[in-house]
């Protein structure tokens, strides 16, 4: 499946996860996605992407690391879906939304948090989820500035 497709899903699913242990999972879904796309691109992607997909796998790989790994059977684990990129520009920006969805989702978690070791766990993920966004937003960027480059070189 393609990674808009599964983006989308996971957006949908975390949207519609009614308690705490659902918006965990579909946390930790979103965090292993991430990892997934950011591993593609570091392999498949455009060159100027790579070292920055890189740094996404690990920090996304941190995100799902501070969470409990929720028992899913294969089929039900978006990231081992995950088939083809397509567009990267547009997988990017659908991930970047993602990503700002989780960290919406773990605030509001850890601020109704029963206990201290929840709370924290949300916080270190609420991290990894913005330090991942920051990773996609620099990837858009490098390819806006590739595309400018690239418009540059034809007019000229």
Do not use: K, N
Request: charged share 25%; aromatic share 2%.
């Amino acid at each position: 499946m393609d990674a808009v497709r599964l983006i989308v899903t996971s957006r949908r699913a975390l949207a519609g996860s009614g308690c705490a242990p659902e918006t965990l999972i579909e946390v930790w879904q979103a965090q292993a996605l991430a990892q997934a796309i950011g591993s593609r691109l570091a392999v498949f992607g455009p060159p100027e992407l790579r070292g920055e997909a890189l740094g996404l796998t690990e920090l996304a790989g941190r995100g799902c690391g501070v969470l409990d790994a929720p028992v899913l059977a294969e089929r039900d684990l978006r990231a081992a879906q995950l088939t083809e990129l397509g567009d990267a520009r547009q997988a990017l920006m659908h991930l970047g939304s993602l990503l700002a969805e989780v960290g919406i989702a773990l605030v509001g978690m850890a601020s109704a948090a029963a206990d201290e070791t929840t709370y924290w766990q949300c916080m270190e993920a609420i991290d990894a989820a913005d330090e991942s966004r920051d990773r996609v937003r620099e990837m858009l960027r490098r390819l806006a500035d590739r595309d400018q480059v690239l418009a540059q070189r034809e007019a000229g």
